[in-house]
């Protein structure tokens, strides 16, 4: 009797798509929906990661530029007023502001340097918001996708014991289906949030740093614009 038990069980399809196909159509959509979440979350982990890269080059190339001494009108010239780079747009912002503020004698309009950072500070927090488009949907998957697999895995084993109910018999090849099944929603949960967790915490922190030089750079070029005018 155990060896025709045995041999029931091994006879059982156990891989993922067998686990899939048996399962009841709401563990179905539970395991679909967790699939979409971790291939959703795993293109923004990678697509934040190139943009990050991508932002820390620009803001090094333009921090040298910026440096290097050339005169900040003939740098505005050659970067337009709508440059690229994220760094770029915040010096483009300022200047634009600066060369507005200054009236036809060559002063300044009162109040021209609150109005210049306040030009950039928008800029910037455009900037930023870029930036962390995308990570608040990593954090709600991290969150909720344990519990939507714990859903399925709830639901899956409801039906293993209705099913055992229905056939009288609680034997290996009975049971074991229909808790690998449920269990199986689970695994996918983690699966979808672990990764999700680990990189927002990563790509929240990459961004925050981004963001803090963005700021520096903001102060330092308010700076040197203000000593220009001498306040």
Do not use: C
């Not at 196909?21 to 293109?43: N, P």
């Not at 991290?142 to 039906?159: D, K, Q, R, S």
């Amino acid at each position: 009797m155990e060896t025709e038990l045995l041999v029931q069980a091994q006879s059982i399809d156990f891989s993922v798509l067998g686990l899939f196909a048996r399962a009841t159509i709401t563990v179905k959509l539970v395991i679909m929906l967790l699939i979409a979440a971790s291939v959703w979350s795993w293109s923004v982990i990678i697509q934040k990661h190139l943009t990050y890269r991508a932002a820390r080059r620009e803001a090094a190339r333009f921090d040298e530029a910026f440096w290097s001494g050339e005169p900040l009108d003939s740098l505005f010239e050659s970067l337009g007023p709508d440059p690229r780079g994220s760094s770029q747009r915040i010096f483009a912002a300022g200047m634009i502001e600066w060369r507005r503020s200054h009236l036809n004698d060559g002063g300044l309009i009162p109040g021209a340097m609150s109005r210049i950072d306040r030009t950039m500070d928008v800029t910037l927090a455009g900037e930023a918001e870029r930036l962390q488009g995308g990570l608040g949907g990593l954090a709600t998957i991290g969150a909720t996708a344990p519990f939507v697999g714990l859903f399925g895995t709830v639901w899956g084993i409801m039906n293993a014991f209705i099913e055992i109910a229905e056939q009288q018999n609680t034997n290996l090849a009975v049971v074991a289906p229909g808790i690998a099944e449920a269990l199986f929603a689970t695994g996918l949960g983690l699966l979808a949030a672990i990764p999700a967790v680990i990189f927002y915490n990563k790509l929240n922190a990459d961004s925050g740093k981004i963001i803090a030089g963005y700021e520096a750079f903001a102060d330092e070029f308010a700076t040197i614009l203000s000593r220009q005018t001498g306040g």
